[in-house]
């Protein structure tokens, strides 16, 4: 499987990115999927997880309430909608095909990764 993240940039604080996540060569769609998130200087951290089939929705609570993760089977992509984006939000933004049907908050859980994609929030 190759995952290929798309849609990060610059925005200011309180603006909205959507992060997309298609995959190729093999099918995601009954796979548990997830984005983790990376800020320089620090570990690859949580942000949102999402079941085989859409549901069991899981989010860090430094994100619940301003970002929302789904995906569409039939494409075989995954999104991360974010709102009121903040500065801290700033980081390179990964998205991952989990070893079995549900998603996870651990990265040990996850067999296959994209390249990450950059968002940068200016306050």
């Known amino acids: 499987v190759q995952l290929q993240a798309s849609g990060g940039g610059l925005v200011q604080a309180g603006g909205s990115l959507r992060l997309s996540c298609s995959a190729s060569?093999?099918?995601?769609?009954?796979?548990?999927m997830g984005w983790f998130r990376q800020a320089p200087g620090n570990e690859r951290e949580f942000v949102a997880s999402i079941g085989w089939n859409g549901s069991n929705e899981y989010y860090s609570e430094s994100v619940k309430g301003r970002f929302t993760i789904s995906r569409d089977r039939a494409k075989d992509t995954l999104y991360l909608q974010m709102d009121n984006l903040k500065p801290e939000d700033t980081a390179v933004y990964y998205c991952a095909a989990s070893r079995g049907a549900m998603g996870a908050t651990t990265t040990s859980s996850y067999r296959y990764w994209g390249q990450g994609t950059l968002v940068t929030v200016s306050s």
């Open positions: 060569r093999r099918t995601i769609s009954n796979n548990g």
